[in-house]
C-alpha cells in the first residue's frame, strides 16, 4: 500500500483521530501523499486514503484489523464498483461494516474519502 509513513495533515480545523474511551474516531482521509492528490482515479486514490487510514491508526497503537465500522464517500456514486475493487485490497480480508454515500463533492476535488471508527481498548 502505498504512503503509510507519517499521518497526512489535516486539510482543514480539525482533529484528524480522536480516542472516545475504547473508540478511536478518524476523520475523513482522502488519497493525499505529499499534499496532493494522487493520480490514477478513485481507486489509487482510495488506496492511499486507507494508507493514510492506517498510519493515523498506526500512531495509536491500532491497525486496519481494529476497523470496525466506515463511511466511503465519492463524489460520483458510479464509481462505486472501483472503489469496492481497491477497498477489498486495502482492507485485504478484513471486512468492517461499511457504507457508502454519493455526495455532490469533497475537498480539494478529491474523487473518495473514508472515515473510520476503531475499537481499541485501553490497557486496565
Known sequence: MPGGTAPTPPVGPYSPV???GDWLVCSGQLGLASGALVA???GAQLTQAV???EALLAGEG????QVTKTTVFLADIADFAQMNEAYVAAF???RP???AVGVSGLPM???VEIEAWAFVPTAP
Do not use: F, T, Y
Request: hydrophobic share 55%; no cysteine; glycine share 22%.
Open 51 to 53: 494508507a493514510n487510514l
Open 92 to 94: 485485504a480480508g478484513h
Open 18 to 20: 480522536v480516542r472516545a
Open 109 to 111: 476535488g478529491a474523487l
Open 97 to 99: 461494516a461499511r457504507s
Open 62 to 65: 491500532a491497525g486496519l484489523a
Open 40 to 42: 490514477g482515479g478513485v
